[in-house]
Protein backbone atom coordinates (compact mmCIF):
# COMPACT_ATOMS: atom_id res chain seq x y z
CA UNK A 1 0.00 0.00 0.00
CA UNK A 2 1.06 3.34 -0.90
CA UNK A 3 0.11 6.55 1.06
CA UNK A 4 0.71 10.12 -0.96
CA UNK A 5 0.58 13.02 1.04
CA UNK A 6 -0.12 16.38 -1.16
CA UNK A 7 0.83 19.62 0.59
CA UNK A 8 -1.19 22.46 -1.67
CA UNK A 9 -1.01 26.45 -0.59
CA UNK A 10 -3.91 27.92 -1.96
CA UNK A 11 -4.48 31.61 -2.96
CA UNK A 12 -6.33 33.05 -0.24
CA UNK A 13 -9.24 33.91 -2.49
CA UNK A 14 -9.85 30.26 -3.84
CA UNK A 15 -10.24 28.71 -0.44
CA UNK A 16 -13.75 28.40 -1.13
CA UNK A 17 -13.68 27.47 -4.76
CA UNK A 18 -10.86 24.69 -4.10
CA UNK A 19 -12.85 23.61 -0.69
CA UNK A 20 -16.29 23.08 -3.09
CA UNK A 21 -14.16 21.43 -6.01
CA UNK A 22 -12.07 18.88 -3.79
CA UNK A 23 -15.33 18.04 -2.42
CA UNK A 24 -17.01 17.46 -5.67
CA UNK A 25 -14.48 15.71 -6.90
CA UNK A 26 -14.19 13.54 -3.85
CA UNK A 27 -16.09 10.16 -4.68
CA UNK A 28 -14.84 9.71 -8.43
CA UNK A 29 -11.06 9.79 -6.89
CA UNK A 30 -12.11 7.21 -4.59
CA UNK A 31 -13.83 5.16 -7.08
CA UNK A 32 -10.71 5.34 -9.20
CA UNK A 33 -9.04 1.48 -9.69
CA UNK A 34 -6.63 1.40 -6.85
CA UNK A 35 -7.82 4.27 -4.82
CA UNK A 36 -9.23 3.27 -1.40
CA UNK A 37 -9.21 5.97 0.59
CA UNK A 38 -8.66 9.87 0.30
CA UNK A 39 -8.96 13.18 2.48
CA UNK A 40 -8.19 17.05 2.24
CA UNK A 41 -7.08 18.09 5.11
CA UNK A 42 -6.67 22.38 5.89
CA UNK A 43 -4.23 23.47 8.29
CA UNK A 44 -5.15 24.88 11.72
CA UNK A 45 -3.24 27.66 11.55
CA UNK A 46 -2.48 28.59 8.14
CA UNK A 47 -5.83 28.05 6.37
CA UNK A 48 -4.60 28.58 2.73
CA UNK A 49 -2.30 25.14 3.61
CA UNK A 50 -4.10 21.92 2.40
CA UNK A 51 -3.03 18.67 2.73
CA UNK A 52 -4.62 15.50 0.69
CA UNK A 53 -3.95 12.03 1.88
CA UNK A 54 -4.71 9.34 -0.25
CA UNK A 55 -4.26 5.19 0.15
CA UNK A 56 -3.41 3.82 -3.12
CA UNK A 57 -2.69 -0.66 -3.68
CA UNK A 58 0.73 0.18 -5.52
CA UNK A 59 2.57 2.81 -7.11
CA UNK A 60 1.20 1.70 -10.25
CA UNK A 61 -2.29 2.53 -9.82
CA UNK A 62 -0.92 5.52 -8.15
CA UNK A 63 0.91 6.40 -11.47
CA UNK A 64 -1.97 5.47 -13.67
CA UNK A 65 -4.12 8.02 -11.72
CA UNK A 66 -1.79 10.35 -12.35
CA UNK A 67 -1.64 9.57 -15.67
CA UNK A 68 -5.12 9.99 -16.34
CA UNK A 69 -7.28 12.53 -18.30
CA UNK A 70 -9.41 12.80 -14.86
CA UNK A 71 -6.60 14.11 -13.32
CA UNK A 72 -5.38 15.78 -15.93
CA UNK A 73 -8.16 18.03 -16.27
CA UNK A 74 -8.82 19.01 -12.55
CA UNK A 75 -4.95 19.29 -11.95
CA UNK A 76 -5.16 22.01 -14.44
CA UNK A 77 -8.05 23.94 -12.93
CA UNK A 78 -6.50 23.43 -9.50
CA UNK A 79 -2.87 24.83 -10.02
CA UNK A 80 -4.39 28.01 -11.15
CA UNK A 81 -5.32 28.77 -7.35
CA UNK A 82 -1.45 27.85 -6.08
CA UNK A 83 0.66 30.21 -4.62
CA UNK A 84 3.69 27.85 -4.06
CA UNK A 85 4.74 24.33 -6.21
CA UNK A 86 3.29 21.34 -4.42
CA UNK A 87 5.21 19.53 -2.50
CA UNK A 88 4.66 15.74 -2.36
CA UNK A 89 5.50 12.15 -0.52
CA UNK A 90 4.64 8.67 -1.43
CA UNK A 91 5.04 6.43 1.76
CA UNK A 92 4.69 2.77 2.48
CA UNK A 93 2.63 0.78 5.26
Same mark, same amino acid.
Given at each position: ???? $??? /???????? /?? $??? $?????????????????????????????? $??????????? /????????????????????????????????
Amino acid at each position: MIIR $FVK /LEIHPEHI /LD $FKT $FTSAEKEDIITFPGCSHLEVLQDVNNPSVF $FTVSHWQSENA /LNQYRDSSFFQTNWKKVKLWFTAKPEAWSLSK
